[in-house]
């Protein structure tokens, strides 16, 4: 797998190569002269406290922080596709991700994906940081006497890991959750020392569970049905920071049993305890 990262994808998108791939999905030229018109001529200036530094205009890339940038890089990607059946990219906005089927020691595929993925960037004014771009190679071979090559992508070396976080999941060469597990859960117990003094503070509990909820909670149950029931060993780790929670959530509970863990969770809550 190889994880692309681009330098400032969204600023670099030319408008006029946009409008030319929209008209070829069979956008109405009235909407394609509109976006193409949204895109030019953008002022920007930088504001700090009373100073405001002179105004610059852009014609390239997509304005921060709008609702429809993401969407028109989406489009703008849509024909960056695999040239190979054992290979497949996975986009989501400015992620791009390569994955290839090596059988019988031949990369040959995998590596002219990435020479076309390459190709396809220079085409289209993307910039490839080869810096942070990286590779994880998922080998189950019983015998692994035989070692892949580095890949290079323009001269440079791309490094090789044994995880890589990807939208929020930590994904290990061994296909294994223990990682994904210890950093989840360190990072619930870390804001569980927060949990208790807002606790100490006496603040409603109505409060506590929403901050709960939104602060610890929501970290042990991302995308949950993927990793939850692959635990195994560490199974107990992540639900045992959800009981501690609870326990500081309410000053009453000293177990963390289904009955007293669901006036203050609720039964969306317990099913992880």
Not at 205 to 229: G, H, Q
């Amino acid at each position: 797998m190889l994880f692309v990262d681009f330098s400032s994808a969204f600023n670099t998108v030319i408008p006029q190569k946009l409008v030319y791939k929209l008209v070829n999905l069979g956008l109405s030229s009235s909407m394609c002269y509109w976006i193409l018109d949204f895109l030019s001529n953008r002022p920007q200036c930088v504001r700090m406290g009373t100073l405001t530094s002179t105004t610059l205009i852009l014609n390239t890339g997509t304005p921060q922080g709008c609702v429809l940038s993401p969407l028109l890089y989406s489009l703008f990607t849509h024909d960056c596709s695999p040239i190979h059946s054992t290979n497949v990219i996975v986009k989501f906005a400015d992620d791009t991700t390569i994955v290839g089927l090596i059988t019988d020691n031949n990369e040959s595929a995998y590596r002219e994906e990435v020479r076309h993925l390459v190709e396809w960037c220079n085409n289209n004014n993307l910039n490839l940081n080869t810096t942070k771009t990286k590779e994880l190679v998922v080998d189950f071979r019983k015998s692994k006497h035989i070692k892949q090559s580095a890949l290079r992508i323009q001269g440079d070396v791309v490094q090789r890991v044994e995880s890589f976080k990807f939208l929020g999941i930590h994904i290990s060469a061994d296909l294994t959750w223990t990682n994904h597990i210890s950093h989840q859960a360190g990072k619930a117990q870390q804001r569980l020392n927060f949990l208790r003094k807002l606790r100490n503070a006496h603040l409603p509990r109505r409060l506590l569970i929403n901050f709960y909820r939104s602060a610890i909670e929501s970290i042990l149950t991302y995308c949950c049905t993927v990793w939850f029931f692959k635990l195994h060993r560490r199974k107990q780790e992540a639900p045992e920071a959800c009981g501690q929670g609870c326990r500081a959530n309410h000053r009453s509970i000293t177990t963390s049993s289904p009955g007293d863990l669901q006036e203050p969770l609720g039964e969306e809550g317990i099913k992880y305890l």
